[in-house]
């Protein structure tokens, strides 16, 4: 063998080596947990209730948090985007005076590997569902547990806030898409 | 009827009617004809047809012989005369004399085996017993004839009982019967024989039939010729299937020998019986069970046979124990539990608390057209109760915890919290709580950390199952002062239902109220009660519900001040009046408001109102 050739196969190995090596080191992009969003109602009247339901799984192997503050029907613990129709970000409620209109209690929790914990959430306590159309709600928690961190998101759900004067239907509504 | 004339004078007893009948030629003046030239006297075997004649009555009768000797009017040498002689007539020889209260008429000639008459009984024609005769003359006119068709006794006879009637039923209380079971039935109709009767006729025989079964009967009293009393038996082991009621009365003149009345429609009714789980559980051995495991019991007969036969039936359970109909919770106002539903064939119950010996009953009823009722069918229970009366909760209260330099901490602290818009350590605001928390506030995204106000702790109860919690507020009123006026928030409704249902999963459960204390409030205060419950869920069963174990009451209630107010943040030590376990855990028990299930008005929310 050639010294040409040594120095050939020596160089083929150190890439061959190198481009393992740099694959073996991708950090894991794999949450922590996961988010299920659905809304027991997928019609809403006008002024009327919007609840959503949060499902919250631990896909690790290790205890995670799923600490919050909670109050009146919201759970801090995560973050909401609402958007409606035409894509614009819906506005909060505001209110005169917040401290009054929000009871907030400090609520520890832990998720064991593979559990699950649901939370209810009362969205239009917090956002402005005051114009008919189709609102699209998408929730979010900090990944604490993921090396790349961020936040894990749910799916996009859609809620109807029907026109002034009508009704749901009395079908059985569910959403969860 | 068949008799010889060896039997005549036999049976001639006085005050009986000895019926002759006798078949005279009137005209001697064809001496040699004659009416009848067959054989006649002893061995000679005539039919009279009818043989019985009720008083008041005309009947066409005939009477036939076997081989020919009846002639034509042509060649009899008078019209035929046919005499009925009664008893006393014909003991004295005397065969020519119509009885007085018979009349015997359109004696016409048919063949040389049969001729046919008209018998007209008067009305007050007295009862009288069985014999007949017929003799033909020939001729020789008035007593006397020489020819004999036959003699017989005690064939004839005048009675009510003769009366051919045939009964009709109208009704038939009840038109029902219960297997196994003495019913009794009334029938109702018309021209029933009373079993007991002046003139000892046979009664009106009812009957009831099944399929191949002919229903047990006794106690039969034929009351009057319009009712009928008896008590009805099918079998034991009859299904629901129809029956057929009917009567029939005697006939002296027959074939044939019963009047069939027409056939009433009824039902025999079978004994319920309970089952689970596909197994007849009714009169067996008491059946094991847990609190919250869903019962399901069915039971014969079936809602859809006993609609296929009755347009109107009801189901009655009688269930002991403390059970209901289910528990399904929700955010929405009242969630009492539903009691469970005890007028179907079936039943769909759990039992929320424990005990031994719970009997379940089950009987139904049927429109027919009176409500019958079945007999019960009974089926025994014994449900575990699971730790009912021994489990509790214990509470740590960060109150009564001490901190590192072994004091016990004050309930309340003052926390500051990352809140918007920079949502870290840069932005804060102070908060109330009820325990120690840092890190993000509620408007931030993060997970908060901390000690909370107080921790439930389950325990006593089977391991069989789990833990969960609802946590019900019954107050929860902030009040925030200004320099002038205050502004309070308060719940909407009271008791409210605490973020969701269930609270928590679990053996644990952990709260810490909290308020916010911006600017410019001079003071700020909560007062917060609230019953955390305590709930358990068999695992060891499919689809159970959770039963009560009991609550815990507990509060916090905590005040703080700032002085540095309206501008500047600067939160005094919270004075805390009340926070931990108020008394102990109250058990639930079956006599507890809804059984111990916690009930709420709806989810708890606040309204705020300001004075200023």
Redesign the interface.
């Given at each position: 063998m050639t010294k040409f050739v040594k120095v050939l196969i020596f160089a083929i190995l150190a890439v061959v080596v190198s481009a393992s090596g740099n694959f073996a080191q991708t950090p894991s992009a794999k949450p922590s947990f996961s988010l299920a969003l659905s809304a027991p109602k997928t019609e809403v009247a006008l002024g009327g209730d919007v609840?959503i339901k949060i499902q919250q799984t631990n896909l690790s192997d290790q205890t995670i948090?799923c600490?919050?503050?909670?109050?009146?029907?919201v759970?801090?613990?995560f973050?909401y985007e609402v958007r409606d129709q035409h894509g614009a970000v819906v506005a909060k409620v505001v209110?005169p005076?917040?401290?009054?209109?929000?009871?907030?209690?400090?609520?520890?929790?832990d998720l064991r590997p593979s559990q699950s914990?649901?939370?209810?959430t009362?969205l239009s306590?917090l956002y402005e569902f005051d114009q008919p159309g189709e609102y699209t709600i998408q929730v979010?928690?900090?990944d604490?547990g993921n090396s790349k961190g961020g936040?894990v998101k749910s799916n996009t759900i859609t809620i109807s806030v029907l026109p002034e004067g009508e009704q749901p239907s009395a079908k059985p509504q569910a959403a969860s898409h | 009827m068949r008799m010889t004339s060896a039997r005549i004078g036999k049976n001639a007893a006085p005050l009986r009617l000895l019926a002759i009948l006798v078949f005279l030629p009137l005209s001697a003046t064809l001496c040699h004809a004659q009416c009848f030239d067959g054989a006649s006297g002893g061995g000679v075997y005539a039919i009279i047809s009818p043989s019985h004649f009720a008083p008041g009555q005309s009947y066409n009768a005939s009477v036939t012989v076997p081989s020919g000797g009846f002639n034509p009017d042509t060649e009899c040498p008078t019209p035929a005369v046919l005499y009925i002689v009664n008893a006393a007539s014909y003991g004295q020889g005397v065969y020519y004399q119509e009885d007085p209260f018979v009349t015997v008429s359109n004696l016409t000639y048919v063949s040389t085996t049969e001729i046919t008459f008209t018998v007209t009984v008067a009305s007050n024609a007295p009862t009288e017993s069985d014999a007949w005769s017929d003799i033909s003359g020939d001729g020789a006119g008035g007593a006397g004839g020489s020819v004999w068709l036959v003699s017989n006794l005690e064939a004839v006879s005048i009675t009510p009982c003769a009366l051919a009637v045939t009964p009709t039923i109208t009704s038939i209380q009840p038109a029902a019967f219960f297997a196994g079971e003495s019913t009794t039935v009334t029938i109702t109709g018309t021209g029933f024989m009373p079993t007991t009767n002046a003139n000892s006729c046979a009664p009106t025989t009812p009957s009831i039939t099944a399929g191949s079964e002919n229903v047990a009967l006794s106690n039969v009293n034929v009351v009057s010729p319009t009712e009928i009393t008896l008590a009805a038996t099918p079998q034991g082991s009859d299904p629901l299937e129809a029956a057929s009621v009917t009567a029939a009365n005697y006939s002296l003149n027959g074939p044939p020998y019963f009047l069939n009345s027409n056939a009433e429609p009824a039902d025999i009714l079978p004994v319920p019986t309970i089952q689970w789980n596909n197994n007849i559980i009714s009169g067996a051995k008491a059946q094991n069970a847990v609190v919250g495991q869903p019962i399901n019991l069915t039971t014969t007969p079936t809602a859809v046979s006993l609609a296929a036969m009755f347009p109107f039936w009801q189901s009655t359970w009688e269930v002991a124990g403390t059970n209901i109909a289910g528990y399904t919770p929700s955010t929405d106002p009242t969630v009492s539990p539903a009691s469970t539903v005890l007028t179907n064939t079936t039943l769909s119950t759990y039992w929320i608390y424990g005990g031994t010996g719970l009997k379940t009953t089950y009987n139904y009823c049927v429109n027919a057209p009176v409500l019958m009722c079945s007999p019960n069918a009974s089926a025994t229970f014994n449900v575990a109760g699971q730790g009912q009366g021994s489990a509790k909760v214990s509470v740590t209260d960060y109150g009564a915890t001490k901190n590192k330099n072994g004091k016990l901490n004050n309930a309340a602290t003052i926390d500051y919290l990352y809140v918007p818009p920079a949502c870290t350590s840069a932005s804060t605001l102070p908060f109330l709580d009820y325990g120690s928390v840092s890190g993000p506030g509620p408007e931030c995204p993060g997970i908060p950390t901390g000690a909370p106000g107080i921790t439930f702790t389950a325990s006593g109860a089977s391991s069989n199952g789990t833990y969960s919690y609802v946590q019900t507020i019954t107050t929860d009123s902030r009040i925030y002062t200004l320099a002038s006026g205050n502004c309070t928030a308060t719940l909407k409704q009271s008791p409210a239902l605490d973020s969701s249902y269930p609270y928590e999963d679990g053996n644990f459960a952990i709260d810490g109220p909290e308020i916010e204390l911006p600017l410019p409030y001079t003071s700020a205060s909560r007062n917060f009660v609230a019953k955390m419950y305590l709930m358990w869920t068999s695992t060891s069963v499919a689809n159970p519900i959770p039963v009560p174990l009991g609550y815990q009451q507990w509060q916090f209630q905590a005040k703080t001040t700032n002085p540095g107010a309206p501008t500047t943040l600067s939160w005094t030590t919270p004075t805390v009046q009340a926070h931990g376990a108020v008394g102990t855990f109250a058990q639930a028990s079956p006599s507890s408001t809804d059984y111990g299930y916690p009930t709420w008005g709806g989810l708890a929310t606040e309204t705020g109102v300001c004075t200023n």
């Amino acid at each position: 063998m050639t010294k040409f050739v040594k120095v050939l196969i020596f160089a083929i190995l150190a890439v061959v080596v190198s481009a393992s090596g740099n694959f073996a080191q991708t950090p894991s992009a794999k949450p922590s947990f996961s988010l299920a969003l659905s809304a027991p109602k997928t019609e809403v009247a006008l002024g009327g209730d919007v609840w959503i339901k949060i499902q919250q799984t631990n896909l690790s192997d290790q205890t995670i948090s799923c600490s919050a503050h909670v109050g009146n029907g919201v759970n801090y613990g995560f973050g909401y985007e609402v958007r409606d129709q035409h894509g614009a970000v819906v506005a909060k409620v505001v209110r005169p005076h917040p401290e009054l209109s929000a009871s907030y209690n400090f609520r520890p929790c832990d998720l064991r590997p593979s559990q699950s914990k649901t939370a209810n959430t009362l969205l239009s306590r917090l956002y402005e569902f005051d114009q008919p159309g189709e609102y699209t709600i998408q929730v979010s928690r900090p990944d604490a547990g993921n090396s790349k961190g961020g936040d894990v998101k749910s799916n996009t759900i859609t809620i109807s806030v029907l026109p002034e004067g009508e009704q749901p239907s009395a079908k059985p509504q569910a959403a969860s898409h | 009827m068949r008799m010889t004339s060896a039997r005549i004078g036999k049976n001639a007893a006085p005050l009986r009617l000895l019926a002759i009948l006798v078949f005279l030629p009137l005209s001697a003046t064809l001496c040699h004809a004659q009416c009848f030239d067959g054989a006649s006297g002893g061995g000679v075997y005539a039919i009279i047809s009818p043989s019985h004649f009720a008083p008041g009555q005309s009947y066409n009768a005939s009477v036939t012989v076997p081989s020919g000797g009846f002639n034509p009017d042509t060649e009899c040498p008078t019209p035929a005369v046919l005499y009925i002689v009664n008893a006393a007539s014909y003991g004295q020889g005397v065969y020519y004399q119509e009885d007085p209260f018979v009349t015997v008429s359109n004696l016409t000639y048919v063949s040389t085996t049969e001729i046919t008459f008209t018998v007209t009984v008067a009305s007050n024609a007295p009862t009288e017993s069985d014999a007949w005769s017929d003799i033909s003359g020939d001729g020789a006119g008035g007593a006397g004839g020489s020819v004999w068709l036959v003699s017989n006794l005690e064939a004839v006879s005048i009675t009510p009982c003769a009366l051919a009637v045939t009964p009709t039923i109208t009704s038939i209380q009840p038109a029902a019967f219960f297997a196994g079971e003495s019913t009794t039935v009334t029938i109702t109709g018309t021209g029933f024989m009373p079993t007991t009767n002046a003139n000892s006729c046979a009664p009106t025989t009812p009957s009831i039939t099944a399929g191949s079964e002919n229903v047990a009967l006794s106690n039969v009293n034929v009351v009057s010729p319009t009712e009928i009393t008896l008590a009805a038996t099918p079998q034991g082991s009859d299904p629901l299937e129809a029956a057929s009621v009917t009567a029939a009365n005697y006939s002296l003149n027959g074939p044939p020998y019963f009047l069939n009345s027409n056939a009433e429609p009824a039902d025999i009714l079978p004994v319920p019986t309970i089952q689970w789980n596909n197994n007849i559980i009714s009169g067996a051995k008491a059946q094991n069970a847990v609190v919250g495991q869903p019962i399901n019991l069915t039971t014969t007969p079936t809602a859809v046979s006993l609609a296929a036969m009755f347009p109107f039936w009801q189901s009655t359970w009688e269930v002991a124990g403390t059970n209901i109909a289910g528990y399904t919770p929700s955010t929405d106002p009242t969630v009492s539990p539903a009691s469970t539903v005890l007028t179907n064939t079936t039943l769909s119950t759990y039992w929320i608390y424990g005990g031994t010996g719970l009997k379940t009953t089950y009987n139904y009823c049927v429109n027919a057209p009176v409500l019958m009722c079945s007999p019960n069918a009974s089926a025994t229970f014994n449900v575990a109760g699971q730790g009912q009366g021994s489990a509790k909760v214990s509470v740590t209260d960060y109150g009564a915890t001490k901190n590192k330099n072994g004091k016990l901490n004050n309930a309340a602290t003052i926390d500051y919290l990352y809140v918007p818009p920079a949502c870290t350590s840069a932005s804060t605001l102070p908060f109330l709580d009820y325990g120690s928390v840092s890190g993000p506030g509620p408007e931030c995204p993060g997970i908060p950390t901390g000690a909370p106000g107080i921790t439930f702790t389950a325990s006593g109860a089977s391991s069989n199952g789990t833990y969960s919690y609802v946590q019900t507020i019954t107050t929860d009123s902030r009040i925030y002062t200004l320099a002038s006026g205050n502004c309070t928030a308060t719940l909407k409704q009271s008791p409210a239902l605490d973020s969701s249902y269930p609270y928590e999963d679990g053996n644990f459960a952990i709260d810490g109220p909290e308020i916010e204390l911006p600017l410019p409030y001079t003071s700020a205060s909560r007062n917060f009660v609230a019953k955390m419950y305590l709930m358990w869920t068999s695992t060891s069963v499919a689809n159970p519900i959770p039963v009560p174990l009991g609550y815990q009451q507990w509060q916090f209630q905590a005040k703080t001040t700032n002085p540095g107010a309206p501008t500047t943040l600067s939160w005094t030590t919270p004075t805390v009046q009340a926070h931990g376990a108020v008394g102990t855990f109250a058990q639930a028990s079956p006599s507890s408001t809804d059984y111990g299930y916690p009930t709420w008005g709806g989810l708890a929310t606040e309204t705020g109102v300001c004075t200023n």
